[in-house]
């Protein structure tokens, strides 16, 4: 895993006029002890999200630095940077998103990748609610990489992604949103021709504080989530995986949250199923 699944509010609510959000974040990755099972160690994260808009279009920035140690001391440690920006236009009752995913990493497993971004979407607004749906796509490349036998070719990879979210307005302190997404994966280059896998979430608004919970179930190789934020370039075979927020408005600026998530997967080169321990801490600034 390369880079971790974040689960980054990424200006859900209405903007009322052209604001910037910086959003810097950090964390964890906890890999266990079993040699067995992954050869990786710990992985550290840092990076930043921003954002700048107004009701009309979303302009959307993420850097992150990622260095991943291993059991063996003989390996060389990973070190990844990850460079996103994404461009989305909102009209009265549809918007589009279009935007690049680049990867530079010395993991010879992939190589250097890159993830083209596009999406389309409607909604429906019904009082106080909202409903969301649309049809997410990616297409992953890289130039220099290998398939499940360890074959050194490009790899090229197409991910379709509909989504449906409903919001809804409980009362004056209360509201909850759910999230279903599906996510089809066909390979052009892997010995397997195709994957599915699913995820759903739901947070809870109180007030200033809210939490939400996601799961994560099928298969997923060298996918693609959080609309395109997080990309895991490695031939690892994702199984199911769960992640808990939360997070409290200390003003109409400032959201701070943290979050811990496990994932479970067989690690490219192994056949036991490991799990990982994802913990992330992130603060949320509004202009």
Known sequence: MKKITLGIALCATVLLADVATVLPYGGTIDYGNDAGKS???????????ATVGDLNYLVEFDYAHIGTTYKNSTITDLSQNDITLVY??????FMFRVG????????????????GIMSLGGYKIYGYDKL???LEGYYSYYNKGQDELGNRKSIGIIQLTPYVSFYKSINANWGNTFVAKGNYQKYRDYVDSSSNSYEVSDTIFYKSLFTTLKY???EMRTGVKDSGMTVFNTLDLYKSGYDFKVGYTISPALVVSVSYGKNHYIEYGFTDENTNSVAIASLSYKF
Do not use: M
């Not at 989305?88 to 009752?93: A, E, I, L, M, V």
């Not at 010879?108 to 890159?114: A, E, K, T």
């Open 88 to 93: 989305g236009k909102y009209y009265k009752n």
């Open 39 to 49: 050869a990786k160690n710990r992985a550290t994260l840092l990076g930043v999200h």
């Open 100 to 115: 690049a995913h680049y990867i530079s990493t010395n993991d010879p497993q992939l190589d250097n990748g890159i993830v």
């Open 132 to 134: 969301s749906y649309g």
């Open 216 to 218: 994560f179930g099928g």
